[in-house]
């Protein structure tokens, strides 16, 4: 099992640009999440989905959008980067049975 | 919503000693894990304990629910366990404190 992967690892946007973050698990699943990490502070949450075809915003969901259509795949949209969304993206994993969450290794953007 | 606090924020500790890890929280949880992250960012979770005590080598953890706090403890503590160690709540939705920085020297 790969767990969580997560693309590109790292990436530099110039301010407007668009991009995607990609995640994929292979563990079968049903609660993915996506998460911002800024210097000195924890995990603030972006997006989750509790399963395929449903999402939900958390605590900073503006300037990102998401989408589940398979469980195994949970892509995350910068619509038209900003340098506040300058940060590092994790995303994780979660199983209705166990509890544990699993993470990525992160995605560091820099908008400049 | 909930609020998670974490202390102390940062630790410097020789090679070889004892610590403790504190996670308040302001409301009742049914889940509640903490994660190590490493220098180089990956984070990796070491307990889920929403209450009771769990031990996985070197390491343990406790909560007391009623009372809205968990403790992490490592002890002969390696350089290994250097990074940043978060509490998180909820369940999907973690809700993380800010973490505890550890270095440790040899």
């Known amino acids: 099992n790969a767990g969580v992967t997560q693309t590109p690892k790292f990436q530099v946007l110039k301010t407007g640009q668009s991009m995607t973050l990609q995640c994929a698990q292979d563990?079968?699943?049903?609660?993915m999440s996506w998460y911002r990490q800024d210097p000195g502070m924890g995990l603030r949450l972006i997006h989750y989905?509790?399963?395929?075809?449903?999402?939900d915003q958390g605590e900073v969901p503006n300037g990102y959008n998401v989408s589940r259509s398979t469980t195994e795949d949970f892509p995350l949209r910068l619509l038209s980067a900003a340098p506040s969304q300058t940060s590092v993206y994790f995303c994780?994993?979660?199983?209705?049975?166990?509890?544990?969450?699993?993470f990525g290794q992160g995605t560091r953007l820099t908008v400049v | 919503g909930i609020q998670v606090e974490q202390s102390p924020p940062d630790l410097i500790l020789q090679e070889g000693a004892n610590s403790t890890l504190r996670c308040n929280f302001s409301?009742?949880?049914?889940?509640l894990q903490w994660f190590h992250q490493n220098p180089w960012g990956q984070l990796i979770n070491l307990f889920y304990?929403?209450?009771g005590t769990k031990q996985n080598g070197r390491l343990s953890a406790t909560t007391v629910a009623t009372e809205r706090y968990s403790l992490l403890y490592i002890s002969s503590s390696q350089t290994t366990d250097s990074g940043v160690y978060f509490c998180?709540?909820?369940?999907?939705?973690?809700?993380f404190g800010t973490g505890t920085r550890l270095l440790v020297s040899p």
């Open positions: 989905s509790v399963g395929a075809g449903i999402t």
């Open positions: 304990i929403p209450s």
């Open positions: 409301d009742s949880v049914n889940n």
């Open positions: 563990m079968n699943h049903e609660y």
């Open positions: 994780a994993s979660t199983s209705q049975g166990r509890i544990e969450a699993f």
């Open positions: 998180a709540v909820d369940f999907q939705k973690l809700v």
